[in-house]
């Protein structure tokens, strides 16, 4: 049972535009919610995150929002850059312990 | 200041065998994660410890085991390897004791492990 999950495997958008990753999870007990970067042949990378009390935190170019009622919640890279190209893990955690149960990633490839 | 370190980083095991991997944490964390990341299942939480003790645990099958140091260095072993466990193995590392709400976690490169 796949409590984090993020359906798009792949993501291409060209530079300088909006990238909108997506993930969806089905545990309540989820009170807050991670985002990773990772590039090949390195461990991940933490980009943002959010606790549930809020629906929007904004770090830089990167913007976490998340829809309780939905059980959804959307990373929002503005302007993408090529460097951005990489693998986007989602993860949640019940905030009081150290465990991250992930999603399996989106690809992002961003196009000069 | 010094990442999470992982040794060996990659590894070739015969079937049968078992492996055991290490993991130095950030200077000053106090807790150790360990993840399995497979192309099929994604990363996968197997367990944490803080404090030398384990808090957390995946579900995985009692081959795969592990243990915290004094110092806050980890090893994760596994027993009896199976073709399915070729992975990459990721330590993550945090100052633990408060939840991922109140502390960064911070990984390493991963130990690429091949079951041949």
């Known amino acids: 049972d796949q409590q984090v999950k993020q359906n798009s495997p792949s993501l291409s958008v060209q530079e300088g535009r909006i990238s909108i990753l997506n993930c969806d999870y089905t545990?309540?007990?989820?009170?807050?919610f991670l985002w990773y970067k990772k590039y090949p042949a390195e461990g991940p990378t933490f980009l943002i995150s959010?606790?549930?009390?809020?629906d929007k935190n904004e770090d830089g170019r990167f913007t976490v929002f998340l829809n309780k009622s939905a059980k959804h919640l959307s990373l929002h890279i503005v302007p993408s850059q090529p460097g951005d190209s990489a693998v986007y893990f989602c993860?949640?955690?019940?905030?009081?312990?150290?465990?991250?149960?992930f999603g399996k990633g989106t690809k992002l490839t961003v196009n000069p | 200041k010094a990442g999470v370190t992982q040794t060996p980083r990659y590894l070739i095991k015969t079937r049968g065998q078992q492996v055991t991997l290490s993991c130095s944490p950030i200077?000053?964390?106090?807790?150790v994660s360990w993840y399995q990341q497979t192309p099929g299942q994604g990363l996968q939480f197997l367990f944490e410890?803080?404090?030398?003790?384990?808090?957390n645990k995946g579900n995985f099958p009692g081959r795969f085991s592990g243990r915290q140091f004094s110092n806050s260095r980890s090893e994760m072993n596994v027993s009896t390897l199976e073709l399915g466990d070729s992975a990459l193995y990721l330590c993550?590392?945090?100052?633990?004791?408060?939840?991922?709400?109140?502390?960064?976690?911070?990984f390493g490169e991963g130990s690429w492990l091949t079951v041949v």
């Open positions: 959010i606790s549930s009390i809020k």
């Open positions: 993550a590392s945090s100052l633990g004791g408060q939840g991922v709400s109140g502390n960064t976690i911070y």
């Open positions: 545990n309540s007990m989820f009170d807050y």
């Open positions: 410890y803080f404090s030398e003790t384990q808090r």
């Open positions: 200077s000053g964390h106090r807790s």
């Open positions: 993860a949640a955690s019940d905030g009081g312990s150290e465990k991250l149960v």
